[in-house]
């Protein structure tokens, strides 16, 4: 679970902090990507990148902030799809 929405569970009363017992924490996983179109012209994809730039902590649920923004590539998401391997996850038929 992340931690995000860990405390967002907290927050709302839906866990105590005293019946939750962290056993492990893991590297940083990447979240959900923003991504756009392959097709879209090299000029408008670097305005979004450069607006995404721009934006600073905003807010994310009622108790976290989303730190930063930063370019990734399909590889960052190995980690996902090896975890998935590991749990003999078959993503698609989980579509």
Known sequence: MSVALLEMAFS???LKQDEIAVIWTSDPTPGAPI??????????????????????DPPWGQTSTIKRWVPTNDAAYDVVRQTAKLLTLDSKKMK
């Open 12 to 14: 709302r009363g839906m």
């Open 35 to 56: 991504v756009y179109r392959r097709d879209l012209p090299q000029e408008l994809k670097a305005k979004i990148r450069a607006s995404f730039v721009q934006i600073h």
